[in-house]
């Protein structure tokens, strides 16, 4: 009977083993499985894929590449294309200054210094009686522009190729300008008005005083 009984006890444990055998498989699964956070959609992730870039853990179907190559989330592969396409969009804007730049050389041509220019005067700087283009010669080139000067000094600033148009004939010389004098281009366009430029003179005396001068500006 006792070996009976120890037999029977046996069969019993055995049998009680092997039904929680699959309980503590399943147990020690779970406890070995990680579960993360996918950087991309925010969802729980039971992977194992990082990405190759950030190093943070992603589903398969939020991630570029293949399991043999690199593997990366969409997060960084976007902003790799956003940076190509930058630095693409910076070398086409240089190429495209260079083309018009080129274009304008070959549609303007170089001036050389002595040759006489027409530059067009706009219309607040222009009387009804003045002319359209205001006649100088070159006097310099420089890197950025042109300078420019008439009988009276020279214009201030710089003036680029597509300010004016080369003249056909030459009535100022070189040698003729005011290098000591630099004057504005308003100044200028009156110096060679026969109506003394845009707008007028008006003095600032009252009307019961006696102005001092003839239609010109009271001191």
């Known amino acids: 009977m006792p ?21 503590n498989q399943s147990e020690t699964q779970e406890t070995e499985l990680d579960v993360h956070v996918c950087a991309v959609c925010e ?9 190759s870039t950030c190093a943070q853990y992603i589903h398969e179907l939020c991630s570029k590449g293949n399991i043999s190559d690199t593997i990366t989330c969409h997060l ?3 902003e790799e294309v956003i940076r190509n396409e930058r630095r693409h969009a910076s070398d086409s ?10 274009l304008s ?28 283009n205001l006649m100088a010669v070159v006097t310099g080139k420089e890197e950025h522009g042109y300078k420019l ?17 080369l003249s ?4 100022i010389a070189i040698h003729c300008v005011n290098y000591d004098n630099e004057i504005s281009f308003r100044k200028a366009v009156s110096k060679v008005s026969l109506c003394d430029g845009q707008g007028y003179t008006k003095c600032g005396c009252s009307a019961s005083d006696t102005c ?3 239609h010109t500006m009271c001191d």
């Open 149 to 165: 000067g008439i009988k009276d000094g020279i214009l201030r600033g710089l003036y680029t190729r597509n300010q004016f148009e």
């Open 105 to 132: 050389e070959r549609v303007l041509t170089e001036v050389d210094v002595g040759a006489n220019v027409l530059v067009a005067i706009p219309h607040v700087d222009r009387g009804k009686g003045d002319p359209r």
């Open 3 to 23: 070996n009976e009984l120890s037999s029977d006890n046996l069969k019993q444990h055995d049998e009680e083993s092997q039904l929680n055998a699959p309980s």
């Open 43 to 51: 969802n729980l992730c039971f992977s194992n894929i990082q990405c």
């Open 168 to 171: 056909d004939s030459n009535f």
């Open 212 to 214: 001092n001068g003839d």
């Open 76 to 78: 960084c592969s976007n």
């Open 93 to 102: 804007m240089t190429k495209q200054a260079v083309r018009m730049r080129n």
